[in-house]
């Protein structure tokens, strides 16, 4: 019997009418669906597309501890042969994952542990940081300009080093990190430039003034977009 194939499906930030046509085709045309929840059984990234899982697919429900006691490595070990095991009588797998599977995905601890044994195709999906610029209307880049992308969690000192050096950024995953973040946007100079929003595309959507956000309820999917001064300043020379 051959094997089946694994996909990672990017299913975007949010908006179920962001999937692209190959995610879609692929997601109602495969038995096995594999997805991350959380640690209360909910999955962010099959609620985006329930209402095309039509034909009544084996739901593979992953849990992934995520905290700075536990590592994740063991989950993704025993995710990875229960997905081995479907592989291997024969059944195709997707593993959905929000925003883009080569993008801070999930998927990419899976791809690792079973690219070698069993043909494996990603799908690329509209990333979250697309998704906050088209909800803000605001370009990111122009131009020449360098742009960069920084996890919350890293120290104070490295965010405020690699800001120096960018033209346009992005600060991803904030949560409990909100308060730091905000420190250090103040100390070099770019509060007037930032934007932040929570659960971009999502119903739940919110944009607020960096003032306006209460530091107990900035959830892990939100961010701060700082774009590039051509957005503020059009007269710049080209």
Not at 16 to 34: G, H
Not at 85 to 112: A, I, K, N, W
Request: aromatic share 8%; hydrophobic share 45%; net charge negative.
């Amino acid at each position: 019997m051959p094997a089946g194939r694994l996909y990672g499906l990017g299913i975007g930030p949010g908006d179920p009418e962001l999937l692209t046509l190959k995610a879609l085709r692929l997601l109602q045309a495969t038995p096995v669906v594999a997805y991350p929840v959380s640690e209360h059984g909910n999955s962010m990234a099959r609620t985006i597309v329930a209402d095309y899982l039509t034909h009544a697919p084996i739901e593979v429900p992953m849990s992934f501890p995520f905290s700075a006691e536990h590592s994740a490595q063991p989950s993704y070990d025993r995710a990875a042969a229960v997905l081995a095991e479907h592989l291997s009588q024969g059944r195709d797998v997707v593993v959905l994952c929000e925003g883009d599977p080569f993008f801070y995905g999930t998927f990419m601890y899976l791809f690792t542990r079973l690219r070698d044994r069993f043909g494996t195709e990603v799908v690329p999906g509209v990333s979250s940081l697309m998704g906050s610029a088209s909800v803000l209307g605001t370009p990111l880049t122009y131009r020449n300009d360098v742009f960069m992308v920084l996890p919350a969690m890293l120290p104070a000192e490295t965010l405020a080093t690699r800001l120096a050096l960018a033209d346009a950024a992005v600060i991803i995953k904030l949560g409990r990190h909100f308060p730091k973040v905000y420190t250090v946007l103040q100390q070099v100079g770019l509060l007037a430039r930032a934007h932040y929003i929570q659960c971009a595309t999502m119903p739940e959507q919110q944009v607020l003034a960096l003032e306006q956000v209460d530091p107990a309820q900035v959830p892990y999917f939100s961010m701060i977009v700082i774009p590039s001064l051509w957005h503020t300043d059009p007269g710049l020379p080209a």
